[in-house]
């Protein structure tokens, strides 16, 4: 549904919306490194969730194939969304309009449609809230899952709930954790910060391919990164890049976020010594 309306905005917005061409033009200012780089955060944040299926690759069915193709052509389809729903904006706002402007698509809704067409852009952004957050409880509390029955956390977090079959305590946990989150934070905050706290790990699971290649060379491999080492090694170099930058511009927020996935690390070492319960 929330697709479908994005493609409504797109297609009435560049045939009935009384647009211009000439918003595209380049706009006025100084290009400054450093900001296109915190900016480049909040965009990330709006991408991510494309690597969220291999929290559950477990219980996929035929992962070596379905994997692979849902993981590209989710991220290719989300791309090609953003960026026509981002043109259809452009095409209806100028770019000063839209950096004043609290909510850009009820502005472009209502540039289309009347007044009627804020009152939809909120349905919109209720059900592509209530569906992220079906997508998040269905994959995130499989982390806390899988470290506990590696025996990296509480071994109660690996309990399965009897009639749903769900790992119901790290749902719980999970759910408990975006609440004080909410409390202590605004969105925009908690959007920044999050990009900020999983970039680290996913350049660590980038090298980790680097790493794994070297240590188990003969490890069967059903699913083989495209364009090794350079993918992976740009990877890496390019999340280095915005975490430094964010680092550089915002160093207390960002390193708030690093000093908390430190503290990870003594707690992370304490449960790999601890005696394993069965």
Do not use: C
Request: charged share 10%.
């Amino acid at each position: 549904a929330k697709y479908g309306a994005l493609v409504l905005l797109v297609v009435l917005g560049f045939t009935v919306g009384q647009g211009e061409f000439a918003h595209f033009g380049q706009a006025a200012g100084t290009p400054h490194a450093g900001l296109f780089g915190l900016a480049l955060v909040s965009v990330l944040w709006a991408y991510d969730g494309w690597g969220d299926l291999s929290f559950v690759g477990g219980e996929v069915r035929d992962p070596e194939r379905n994997m692979p193709r849902a993981l590209v052509l989710g991220t290719v389809g989300v791309i090609a969304i953003y960026l026509l729903v981002n043109a259809a904006y452009l095409y209806l706002l100028p770019i000063d309009r839209m950096a004043k402007s609290p909510l850009v698509a009820a502005d472009a809704a209502q540039l289309i449609v009347g007044q009627i067409g804020v009152g939809l852009v909120a349905v919109v952004v209720m059900v592509a809230t209530f569906s992220t957050l079906l997508g998040s409880i269905l994959t995130s509390p499989r982390i806390f899952f899988a470290m506990a029955e590696d025996g990296l956390l509480f071994k109660p977090v690996a309990r399965v709930h009897p009639r749903f079959h769900t790992p119901s305590v790290a749902i719980v946990g999970t759910a408990v954790l975006g609440v004080v989150f909410v409390l202590l934070r605004t969105f925009e905050q908690l959007a920044d910060q999050f990009v900020v706290a999983i970039f680290p790990f996913y350049a660590l699971a980038a090298a980790a391919v680097i790493v794994l290649r070297r240590r188990q060379p003969d490890r069967p491999r059903p699913v083989r990164v495209w364009g090794y080492p350079a993918v992976p090694v740009l990877f890496v170099l390019a999340s280095f890049l915005i975490l430094g930058n964010a680092l550089r511009e915002h160093p207390g927020p960002t390193g708030l976020a690093f000093g908390i996935i430190l503290l990870g690390i003594p707690v992370y070492y304490a449960f790999l010594r601890a005696p394993r319960v069965p």
